[in-house]
């Protein structure tokens, strides 16, 4: 496989950052210190492993904004174009593509030849801290250690992997009669091979000891069947002998009456015996139907006696014998207690009305009290107008929180932006004891010295000296010169740079301060909100929801309450 590109959409300090169409052969990437080099090996790692740190929180946060994550670019041996993807939003779940074909991560891990990332971190992407490993090595030390990256791994030592390969193989076997892995199961499957030839010999006499069984069987059968006559047995000479005492007393009474001799007179009356015991019989039957009757005629006289009363005071015995029993007075008799029964069934009716207001009065009454006591008992929960501002307050908190979370977002970007800004200062043009343009003043000076030196020299005399040093002059002139010619353009590009640093940095402080402001105007909000709903200065999402909660709660109090009242009233 070779990677032939990458797309960070926002990786640690990368925001957007394509690049593609990577040439074959070796790639150098060089930049200063905290450019982004080891940032970049982090970003192919999460690519092709996934994002390090925790679900929750992957490292790498995009400090300049963009989506966590981005794509890798890579092409196989048969040419095929590989896209692998991860994002973090994503819980960085991969999704992978070779030649626009979706695939899976067991298809990465396929392609990647089992390869994990331990693997992967030690022999082809390892960093700095591997390779100082090698500072303190010798050239011998050294060739080894690069023989071992090729085999175990970078940072291993071959030899070291022999002695634990060694070891290991110490513990496994011992041509002596020591423990060891392998010893232990050659003594463990020895003690086995002597256990199963002494089951082998024991299992001749397992089929004598079945028969035995067998016949042990049938013996306790038989045992158990002689066992139940014997207690049925038992039982009934139990019961034979309860039964004795009062089977002797029925023989001797046998016995007894077998002895007994008949009066001749006995039987001569025994006929009469007789009569008179069913006479006697129809007494107790008479006496009994005369009883009845009297109890039916005493209850006759008193139901007439009351029936009398009813007529009225001037009624009695005589009255009634001497009452008038024609025709047209039976009937006038007749439709009077028509009439009056239809006045009893009238009369009860209405009693009966009476008893069924009474109940629903009372039943009314003890609803009204319990209503009214129900009532009292019930909080008058908060006004309508009090719950539209309460959820009015909870809405604009949800809000509030989340442009706040937004707005630390962008204050916290502004602050690695104005970091990131700081550190890449440019040195500024006067920092520089050993610029172009001190050489050159350097280099002038020289040359006046030497003009004066050859001036000096031809006044007195040395006419040769100053030959020498007026050209040699001329050329410290000449060279210095140049020198400060070639010095003004680097001068110039350092003053452009510090203008250029000065407006960046002044922009991201502004919109940093910006950042801040808009910050502070949030968190106020949210106080103002949380006031309203008796709630922290700067509440959670917890808090705010549970305030949703009691609104809601309280909206359907205010129905319950609502409505009890109207059912009390």
Known sequence: ??????????????????????????????????????????????????????????GHQPLRGGSHGGRLFIGSQDGAAVVVERQAARRGAVS??????????????NFLGGCDREIFNSIFAFGLSELQTLDSLDRGAISERIFSAGVVGAGRSANDVIKDLGARKAKLLKHAQGHATINDRVRDREATAV??????????????????????????????????????????????????KTWVEQRDAIDAIADLTVDPAIDAVATDVDDLERDLRRYHDWRDQHRVAEAKRLAAERAFSEQIRDLGPAWDRATLTTFD???????????????????????????????????AKTAAERAATESAALVAELTPPPTRDDLDTMAEAVRGLRANTADLAAAESRTQAAVATIAAIEQNAPRT????P?????????????????????????????????????????????????????????REDLLRAQVEYTTRIENAKAAHAGHVARETEIQALIAAGAGRLALGARPSNHEIEAAAHRIAQHEVDARVYVESTRQAV
């Open 1 to 58: 496989m070779r990677i032939t590109g990458w797309h960070i959409d926002g990786f640690g300090v990368f925001e957007n950052q394509p690049v593609s169409e990577i040439p074959t052969g070796l790639t150098v990437i060089s930049g200063p210190n905290e450019a982004g080099k080891s940032t970049l090996l982090a970003f192919v790692r999460a690519m092709l492993f996934g994002f390090p740190g925790t679900k929750n929180k992957p």
């Open 96 to 109: 992978i593509s070779t030649d626009g074909v979706p695939g899976t991560e067991h298809d990465l891990r």
């Open 325 to 359: 029993r024609s025709i047209p007075r039976t009937e006038e008799v007749h439709a009077f207690g028509t009439g009056l029964d239809e006045a009893r069934a009238a009369r009860d009716a209405a009693a009966g009305a009476v008893q069924v207001a009474e109940a």
């Open 195 to 244: 256990q199963i030839t002494k089951a082998k010999h024991a299992s001749g006499a397992y089929a004598e000891i079945e028969r035995r069984i067998v016949d042990a069987d049938r013996q306790i059968a038989e045992y158990v069947q002689a066992l139940n006559q014997a207690r049925t047995t038992h039982g009934r000479a139990i019961g034979l002998g309860k039964l004795w």
């Open 429 to 432: 043009a006067s920092s520089d």
């Open 434 to 490: 050993f610029s172009g343009a001190m050489i050159g003043y350097g280099l002038g000076l020289a040359a006046a010295v030497l003009l004066g030196m050859a001036v000096w020299q031809g006044l007195t005399g040395t006419i040769l000296v100053g030959a020498v040093l007026g050209p040699l002059a001329l050329g410290l002139a000449f060279l210095a010169v140049t020198v400060i010619q070639r010095s003004n353009p680097k």
